[in-house]
């Protein structure tokens, strides 16, 4: 759970002390700390087990699938934030071109 603790750390630190960062964060840089975020989990073997043999062997351990369920419950909170962020953003956008006659 090393992962977990430092990604909680570092979106705490972004929360409590960057609060201007949290607010301009887009869907893509929350995408990237998720994608990220699993990279580093599959790379621990005490989180995924990897053989050679073939990907029928490759599994997540107990630790690992408690790893993800975590990183996506914290950062899917932040995702929908953007998501909705940018849908308003989008409609502020279209009302005023529409407004504007463009």
Excluded at 20 to 46: A, F, P, Y
């Amino acid at each position: 759970m090393k992962y977990v603790k430092i990604l909680q750390n570092w979106v705490g630190l972004q929360v409590h002390g960057l609060k201007t960062r949290i607010k301009r964060m887009r869907t893509q840089d929350v995408e990237k700390m998720m994608v990220g975020s699993i990279k580093e989990i599959l790379k621990d073997r005490n989180y995924f087990y990897y053989s050679t043999i073939g990907p029928e062997y490759c599994h997540l351990t107990d630790q690992g699938k408690d790893a993800i369920l975590e990183i996506m419950n914290l950062l899917g909170s932040r995702l929908v934030v953007a998501i909705e962020k940018e849908d308003i953003e989008r409609s502020k956008k279209l009302v005023l071109d529409e407004l504007k006659g463009k």
